[in-house]
């Protein structure tokens, strides 16, 4: 069990546990190794995902902090903000985000879920989606929050950087998934070798690698790059996980020769799509009827499934994907994925 993580104020906005799946067709087309699935995308906020538990925590904070208000940053179909503005209605507080102009920003996918929440939403035109962490677009939520101020909100500002305490909580929120994966997988009866999930800003992998370690968790965590090259995204995990486990005083670290990232299938760069991407949704929608999406976990599976044929397991392993949601996107990329 983990220390610290029960006393934090945390709110109910997820069905916990999520279910852990065995994907025995999908296995089976392979050729191994057995795996499973953690059925983050069935988590129960909005059309689910593995921000949801991060959010426990994060809105808890908010509400302590007496916000009724939140302002956060992202690309424009994230799922991250989608779900961010499902729980603030849910919790009662406003919505408004600064999204930054990425792949498809027309209505569909969760721009459209965002303008039936009536979440306000401003549209930046910027040259590369990292701009979510720089100061401009950090200056912008700024200066949303100070609009909310005069209309009588007080605003909860969410970031994505440490040492906010945003980014630090939705770290925690992971490292608690460990402990939840770890007794599933034993209630399961399975011992996995590996957890194989998408890296994208690093924080669902730093909190899942800090929270295994600390457990002495019997797998391997390997995140599959969607964005970053590998010393940016061991970087990336590194950070947030030291600055997890010092809140937690978890007395713990993870080096960087043990954070394990596969940077071979961004492809041409964040939320485009690449063919074995496309072919990996298409796979795991036929064999297991389970819908994965272009930007984060359909790129994740196409990993999951070269390092397959890579023989980097082995046919006997087990090895459990994380299924991170974000299923409305798939809709905003129908002329790519349609055949």
């Known amino acids: 069990m983990l220390t610290g993580i029960e006393n934090l104020p945390r709110l109910k906005l997820g069905f916990y546990p999520t279910p852990l799946t065995e994907a025995r067709h999908l296995s089976s087309v ?4 057995r795996i499973l699935i953690k059925r983050e995308d069935l988590s129960g906020l909005a059309l689910g995902g593995n921000k949801c538990r991060m959010l426990e925590f994060i809105f808890a904070e908010a509400q302590r902090q007496g916000a009724n208000a939140v302002v956060s940053t992202a690309g424009s179909q994230s799922n991250y903000c989608l779900q961010i503005a499902t729980a603030a209605r849910k919790l009662g507080m406003k919505p408004s985000f600064v999204l930054v102009r990425s792949k498809h920003c027309d209505m569909q996918g969760n ?6 929440v009536d979440s306000d939403v ?3 035109e910027v040259a590369d989606i990292g701009a979510i962490f720089g100061d401009a677009v950090s200056e912008k939520m700024e200066q949303v929050a100070d609009n909310l101020r005069t209309k009588g909100y007080r605003p909860f500002i969410i970031r994505h950087t440490v040492p906010d305490i945003s980014a630090i ?3 925690v929120g992971w490292v608690s998934a460990a402990d939840e994966l770890v007794t599933q997988l034993k209630d399961y009866g399975a011992e996995a070798q590996y957890v ?3 890296n994208g800003g690093g924080i669902t992998h730093a ?3 800090l929270g295994s370690k600390y457990l002495s968790a019997s797998y391997k965590v390997i995140g599959i790059s969607v964005y970053h090259g590998r010393s940016d995204a061991v970087a990336t995990v590194k950070e947030y996980a030291d600055a997890a486990s010092a809140f937690l005083n978890l007395g713990v670290k993870v080096p960087p020769a043990e954070i394990e990232v596969e940077d071979q299938y961004v492809g041409e760069g964040y939320g485009i799509p690449t063919e074995e991407c496309i072919n990996a949704i298409r796979l795991v929608a036929q064999t297991e009827g389970i819908f994965l999406e272009p930007v984060y976990t359909g790129k994740a599976m196409a990993g999951l499934m070269a390092l397959i044929k890579k023989g980097h397991f082995k046919s006997g392993e087990t090895v459990v994907f994380i299924h991170t949601g974000g299923i409305p996107v798939l809709f905003a990329y129908n002329k790519e994925i349609a055949r």
């Open 207 to 209: 909190g899942l690698a």
């Open 169 to 171: 909580l939705a770290t």
């Open 122 to 124: 401003e549209l930046l």
């Open 30 to 33: 392979l050729g191994g190794p």
């Open 196 to 198: 194989v999930l998408a």
């Open 111 to 116: 721009l459209l879920l965002q303008n039936i």
